[in-house]
């Protein structure tokens, strides 16, 4: 009893001293263990871990049975197997990065910096706002499907440079015209600048995320995906259904009326810091848990 008492009482100088940097430094691994696995668990990287992981126990296996012959050759190739890794993951090595940058871009804006002034510019005119409404719901209507990228900050020239130039005035004639069956310019998405409609029939990074639901098309799954990479604003058309939804961030939201995207495009259009905008921003967080329980009906 005596032993078991004194064991007790000199724990506390066994156990570390945690101060204010070491809980800092426990916050930072904390919080990039979660991403890591937020990211392994959405990307194709979890497919590409299980077979290192059979790897892995291989040469343990190989270890704990002395198999020298094949630990020789696994020594040998680890340096080429540490290349080939990033080969193999270079597409989601490089979306990381580039999500990464996209969250980075609310704390350094050069942009803004160089020229505060552009910064209380709107987006879009509200001529452009009524002209993307009456084309969306017009397209619906008749079940063509549509993608129609917004550009942001974020500078969307990699996907401009896949398409066919435009450089036309957004206007719901054009859209509906682009759009329409069995036109050269129908398949793909097209890029809206400003007031101007830059490029059609381009080409939009699939997002690789496994918990999208496996009833939304192509054409959905590319909305989300260059959400997911920049900060653009894509509405979407489903040709199926005739659904007119909204991804930004990598969310799917479902538009129902046309005052509904009337409102979520002002306050886009608006300056970032506006009601407004703090208003698109919630309407997208409060639509999120709404439209992960819904498909393209």
């Known amino acids: ?14 156990i570390p001293r945690i101060g204010p940097t070491g809980l800092l430094e426990i916050a930072i691994i904390a919080w990039m263990v979660y991403e890591f696995l937020y990211w392994v668990n959405n990307t194709k990287a979890w497919v590409l871990l299980r077979g290192l992981i059979i790897i892995g126990i291989f040469v343990v296996i190989c270890t704990a049975l002395n198999l020298n012959t094949i630990l020789f ?19 989601e090595l490089r979306r990381a990065l580039e999500e990464l940058g996209s969250r980075s871009r609310n704390f350094i804006d050069l942009n803004k910096l160089m020229d505060s002034g552009k910064a209380n510019e709107p987006l879009f005119t509200e001529h452009t706002i009524n002209e993307l409404v009456k084309a969306s719901f017009e397209l619906g209507r008749a079940k063509t499907g549509a993608l129609m990228v917004i550009e942001q900050e974020i500078s969307l020239d990699d996907i401009i440079r896949t398409g066919i130039d435009i450089n036309g005035i957004v206007s719901s004639q054009l859209l509906i015209n682009i759009f329409e069956h069995n036109t ?39 909305a ?10 894509t509405i979407v ?45 919630f309407r997208f967080l409060k639509g999120k848990k709404r439209n992960e329980r819904k498909t393209d009906q």
């Open 1 to 14: 009893m005596s032993a078991l008492l004194e064991t007790l009482q000199s724990l506390p100088y066994f």
């Open 73 to 91: 050759i696994v020594s040998r190739l680890a340096t080429v197997a540490l290349t080939a890794l990033v080969v193999i993951f270079q597409p």
């Open 184 to 222: 050269p310019l129908h398949d793909g998405a097209v890029v809206i600048r400003g007031n101007t409609i830059v490029s059609a029939t381009c080409y939009l990074p699939l997002s690789d995320n496994m918990k999208i639901s496996k009833d939304l098309g192509t054409r959905h799954r590319a």
């Open 224 to 233: 989300i995906g260059i959400s997911e990479t920049t900060d653009s604003v």
């Open 237 to 281: 058309v489903s040709e199926e259904t005739g659904g007119v939804s909204v991804a930004r961030g990598g969310t799917l939201l479902k538009i129902y009326t046309p005052d509904e995207l009337r409102e979520l495009l002002e306050a886009l259009a608006d300056v970032p810091d506006t009601e407004k905008s703090r208003r698109f921003s």
